[in-house]
């Protein structure tokens, strides 16, 4: 079965703190996608990232880094330098068929 | 660039009521999907679609129908409301089309925040 399991519910960081959210899937397939998503206070949902399965090279985007390893099916993504701004849940999401799976977020706060 | 445009953003039900959401895209996206999202569950596919007269289930469907008689609109009904349907609820739409779409990021509306008394 497909899952996706962000077993941090909550995270609560100082500005400025590196903070690293967790995402472990599960899947049979051999071609799948791994993204991000964040859901600011706002409430819409912002694509952060998109990996395929074939490519396990890590990602950095200004604070934001990446780390995707097959053999541990994570997919983890890092914040440095955390910023108040950054306070959103965050989702993982494992993509397959026509089906998206997502797993239950992880609400990470930074406060000033 | 408006996107992925859903309506109303807020709606309140009394048990039994039917009431249809509405979400249209305007970057001639194949694939279009609702979730519906709730404390703790992340988000679950209810409906989806890989084009105009083709709709399939997700994971929760009961409850809910959905026609896709156009490229751009893709509205989910809900039959006879019922407490446990009290949700948000994200219309997203892909590139893509009738093959499989696995590798486009969702496009996400604003949602719509449903409450059924």
């Known amino acids: 079965a497909q899952k996706v399991t962000q077993a941090q519910t909550e995270i609560s960081v100082v500005e400025k703190e590196d903070v690293t959210l967790d995402c472990v899937y599960e899947t049979r397939d051999t071609t799948y996608y791994l993204f991000w998503y964040k859901q600011p206070p706002s409430g819409e949902l912002v694509f952060l990232i998109r990996?395929?399965?074939?490519?396990?090279q890590n990602e950095i985007s200004g604070r934001y880094s990446w780390n995707f390893q097959k053999s541990t099916s994570s997919f983890n993504f890092t914040i440095t330098a955390s910023q108040v701004v950054d306070s959103a849940v965050y989702f993982c999401a494992l993509s397959y068929d026509n089906d998206m799976r997502f797993g239950a977020g992880t609400r990470l706060t930074v406060k000033p | 660039n408006a996107g992925v445009t859903q309506t109303p953003k807020f709606q309140v039900l009394k048990t039994g009521q039917s009431m249809t959401l509405q979400c249209a895209q305007d970057m001639n996206h194949e694939y279009m999907s609702w979730y519906r999202q709730d404390p703790g569950m992340g988000l679950r596919l209810i409906h989806y679609?890989?084009?105009?007269?083709?709709?399939d289930q997700g994971e929760v469907p009961n409850g809910y129908n959905v026609s896709r008689s156009t490229t751009e609109d893709f509205p989910l009904r809900l039959l006879s409301a019922a407490p446990s349907q009290t949700s948000v609820y994200f219309c997203?739409?892909?590139?893509?089309?009738?093959?499989?779409?696995?590798?486009?990021?969702?496009?996400f509306g604003n949602g719509t925040r449903l409450t059924v008394t």
């Open positions: 990996r395929n399965s074939f490519d396990e």
């Open positions: 997203a739409s892909s590139a893509g089309g009738p093959i499989r779409t696995y590798n486009s990021p969702l496009h």
């Open positions: 679609s890989v084009g105009a007269g083709i709709t």
